[in-house]
């Protein structure tokens, strides 16, 4: 798994540049930090709907939280938020894993600052 670093985003300054910033998916999946303003960026350039999948690692009342399953179409960019609860695991990291990663690029963002 690949470990992606959060990108500022400056709250009066809008979205950056995600081509700039976007890498390619992993195969084996990423992890990323999770927190309040945390953001995962997906951009799907493939001419197919990806499922990305967010791991949920804890439990309620010693039962299984199912994890999180986005599809994200073709050409399209969707943003998943990760907050420390469900999502944060080893390290506070969050597992991310894609049904494909042909034509997938991601990013973390990171709102805040000025």
Do not use: H, Q, W
């Not at 999946?29 to 303003?37: E, F, K, L, M």
């Not at 951009?43 to 949920?56: E, H, K, L």
Request: glycine share 14%; proline share 8%; net charge neutral.
């Amino acid at each position: 798994m690949a470990a992606l670093n959060p990108t500022l985003v400056p709250v009066d300054g809008g979205l950056p540049d995600l081509s700039a910033v976007a890498v390619a998916a992993t195969a084996l999946g990423d992890t990323a930090p999770c927190g309040p303003g945390r953001l995962l960026a997906v951009i799907n350039g493939g001419g197919a709907g990806r499922t990305v999948t967010v791991a949920t690692p804890g439990t309620v009342d010693g039962l299984a939280i199912e994890d999180l399953a986005v599809t994200v179409a073709a050409g399209k960019t969707a943003l998943i938020p990760l907050p420390r609860r469900p999502f944060a695991g080893t390290g506070g990291r969050a597992a991310i894993t894609y049904d494909a990663v042909t034509s997938v690029t991601v990013a973390v963002l990171e709102l805040g600052g000025r």
